[in-house]
């Protein structure tokens, strides 16, 4: 581990100032991703600047009629808080398919957001990695690639997007508040993380001198039709080889709404409004969940060990629809 200098900020003026002074300084929370990466040597910053003290750490109502999540609230804490479980289950699902309970206890939402990718080779710093060293090549893409993209790589990148909440929280629409030298700032979730594309060292559009200070749930949150299936290789603490989250709007055994999103197959939480609009007006129907499940994944493509992975989503998009429009409890 490299020597860096420490920071506590006592509030958010102080922390985006000592963001903004230093570029290769890095928030730190609860820290359970950035500590694994700083002990590997993949992230090495200057200094770290201490968020714990920031009053970011509430669940309240939003002005819309929505929830606001801050920045610091843990896993657990939105996991379990009541409003979370009767508006948003979808969310309180996903958290709660993911990670071990002692990291969801640490973990922070803005955290969650700001997970770096899990791939071998990326914390293997002996290897080549375009997203850790620009320009050195993706080992990936012809090694072990089993974990790896299907949807939306490139030359440069198949990394995928490891969080589970994330999946949860695009499916819902959700906004991301974000705070900066210029002020503050709201960020669609859909265009929070981004593609590999020619830059993969660079996953969110969250700018080097903004911290992040909230997430904004809306007012709508799919509370009675709605399915989070992780597809993985054990139960227990593992990251997703694929998983959806289903949110259904239904009038009867009609669809008058569909949102689908998928993790474990890109570099960010995947969406495709077109397959999404494949469902609206349509009875709940295995052919018609298989119709848009064909339709998500008709530009996916596998690197060798994760071809399976493309039949596994389309199978399991349509058992998540099938859970979420019967409305069933599930695990």
């Not at 928030?27 to 359970?32: D, H, P, R, S, Y």
């Not at 996903?94 to 309970?101: D, K, N």
């Amino acid at each position: 581990m490299n020597t860096f200098s420490y920071t506590r900020a006592g509030d958010v003026a102080t922390a985006v100032r000592e963001v903004a002074a230093d570029g290769a300084a890095k928030c730190i929370a609860g820290g359970t991703n950035l500590i694994d990466l700083m002990k590997e040597n993949v992230e090495r910053p200057s200094r770290l600047i201490d968020i714990t003290r920031l009053p970011l750490a509430e669940i309240q109502p939003s002005a819309d009629g929505g929830l606001r999540l801050g920045a610091l609230v843990t896993n657990t804490d939105v996991a379990y808080d009541a409003q979370v479980e009767r508006r948003y289950p979808l969310v309180s699902k996903a958290i709660l398919a993911g990670a071990s309970p002692q990291l969801r206890n640490m973990a922070t939402v803005g955290g969650n957001l700001m997970q770096r990718t899990r791939c071998y080779y990326f914390y293997d710093t002996a290897t080549p990695c375009n997203k850790r060293q620009p320009g050195t090549g993706c080992a990936a893409i012809d090694g072990f690639n089993r974990m790896h993209a299907i949807l939306g790589p490139s030359a440069q990148c198949i990394a995928v997007h490891p969080s589970d909440m994330c999946v949860a929280l695009a499916a819902l629409e959700a906004v991301v508040r974000v705070t900066g030298p210029g002020g503050e700032r709201a960020i669609p979730f859909a265009e929070f993380h981004r593609l590999p594309g020619d830059t993969p060292h660079l996953d969110t559009n969250l700018a080097a001198d903004e911290i992040i200070t909230a997430v904004d749930l809306p007012p709508k949150g799919f509370a009675a039709h709605y399915a989070y299936l992780k597809i993985r290789d054990r139960t227990s603490y593992a990251f997703a080889l694929v998983s959806v989250a289903a949110a259904l709007e239904m009038d009867g055994d009609t669809i008058t709404e569909a949102r689908l999103a998928l993790g474990g197959v890109a570099h960010k939480p995947w969406r495709d409004r077109d397959a999404e609009a494949r469902l609206k007006g349509q009875s709940a129907t295995r052919d018609h969940f298989q119709r848009a499940a064909n339709a998500l994944l008709r530009d996916a493509k596998g690197f060798g060990h994760n071809n399976f992975k493309i039949e596994l989503a389309q199978r399991a998009i349509g058992r998540a629809l099938r859970q979420a429009a019967a409305g069933e409890e599930h695990p």
